[in-house]
Every structure is written in structure tokens, then in C-alpha cells.
């Protein structure tokens, strides 16, 4: 079932191109096939809404939520590691979890992102994807915190990829209530930041994420 629910997941937190109306359809069918419960009802929730919504309103809602609202980030590291050096060295982790799986994430993609990690699972590192997720859940919390203060459907798809994971400990619930009140590292004065381009030992674009919004 995690396997179905991430790969759904994968494809709903893409970005909403024409390739998702095309996949709406299977997509419908593949939630139909899950037992009753939370995932199934989250995820069937946003299929309707992405049904009933025209391409260029919830491609429109996309941007604005995860381009331009900096709590709404749905790259994982970010939370606890902020823009700073620390975030290169978690960035690595991710590779090697997606390599010992087997799997590359497409060139230009960071392997944080959420979706790539749920793909990394529908493609069947699945063990790899999910102890990804649970290292990060106090983010994954904070994500879906901030997508339900802002209304956003997206909200729905996130607290299905939750509720395949073991229920929060206490750590992890003390965890996700400190990067709440104070926010992710900020690096050491007089140190450089990890490189925002792509330079640092992870591949691809690493978003920047000023005050008020950034872009992924």
C-alpha cells in the first residue's frame, strides 16, 4: 500500500503540467484499489479537486504555494538544516539512498524534494524512501502545518505520505515544535553559506529561501 500511496504522492506533488491531466485518470483508479483509511480518503480529496480545477488555476496555486512561501518548502533538508553546509552534508545522504536503490533522480532535480522521494519508493526503493521520510518527519509536520494554515489542497497529499509512517514519537514531536519556534540553522557568522548553485556536493539547483518567499 505505501508503494501505491508514494507513487500517487509523487506525481500530485509535481509540478501540475498537462502530463497530470493525462494521469488523473490512472491515478483515480490506483486510489481506488487502496484499503479505507486516511491515505486513500487524503488523496482522493485532492484528485477531486485537481478534477474540478482548471490546469491554470492549481498550476497557478502550485507556484504560489511552494515557489513563494518560504514554510510552505517541500525540500526536506531545508528544515532542519537551513541553507548552511550541515544541508550539503544531509543533501549526500539522500544520494546514497537513492543509489543504493538503484535510482538516479532526473539531472536538475535535488533529492530532498519530496516528490523525488516518493518516487524513489514507486520505483521501488521503497525501505530507502521511507527511512528518508522518517528522518524528517518534524518537516514533513512543519509542511503539513503550513499547508493547512494556507487552505491549500496540497495539504491532503502530504498528510497522506504521513500516515504511512509510524505514528510521531515524543522526540520527534518535541523536534518538529522547536524548527516551529525557531526556525531552521542559520549558518556561523563568518562562514559562507552552502552554495546556492549548484556548486556544493549535491547536484542540481539548491533553492535559496529569502524572509518573505523563495523559489524551490
Not at 41 to 51: P, Y
Not at 116 to 145: I, N
Not at 149 to 167: F, I, K, M, N
Amino acid at each position: 500500500m505505501d508503494r501505491a500511496v508514494h507513487l500517487t504522492a509523487s506525481v500530485l506533488l509535481s509540478y501540475p503540467d498537462e502530463r497530470l491531466a493525462e494521469a488523473l485518470p490512472l491515478l483515480t483508479e490506483t486510489v481506488g484499489t487502496l484499503p479505507a483509511g486516511e491515505p486513500a480518503r487524503r488523496l482522493r480529496a485532492f484528485l477531486d479537486h485537481a478534477a474540478a480545477t482548471p490546469p491554470q488555476d492549481l498550476a497557478e496555486h502550485y507556484v504560489a504555494t511552494f515557489d513563494l512561501k518560504r514554510r510552505c518548502c517541500p525540500y526536506l533538508t531545508y528544515y532542519t538544516y537551513g541553507d548552511t553546509r550541515k544541508r550539503g552534508m544531509a543533501l549526500l545522504r539522500f544520494k546514497h539512498a537513492f543509489r543504493e536503490a538503484g535510482f538516479e533522480p532526473a539531472e536538475g532535480e535535488l533529492p530532498d524534494h519530496l516528490a523525488v522521494v516518493c518516487e524513489l519508493s514507486a520505483r521501488g526503493g521503497t525501505a530507502q524512501a521511507s527511512r528518508l521520510l522518517r528522518e524528517h518527519r518534524p518537516g514533513l509536520d512543519l509542511l503539513l502545518r503550513a499547508l493547512e494554515s494556507e487552505r491549500s489542497p496540497y495539504a491532503h497529499v502530504v498528510a497522506a505520505v504521513l500516515a504511512t509512517l509510524p505514528p510521531a514519537t515524543a522526540r520527534e514531536r518535541a523536534a518538529a515544535a522547536k524548527l516551529a519556534a525557531e526556525g531552521p540553522l542559520a549558518e556561523e557568522v563568518g562562514l559562507p553559506p552552502y552554495p546556492v548553485n549548484g556548486s556544493g556536493p549535491a547536484a542540481g539547483p539548491t533553492p535559496s529561501f529569502p524572509t518573505d518567499g523563495g523559489s524551490r
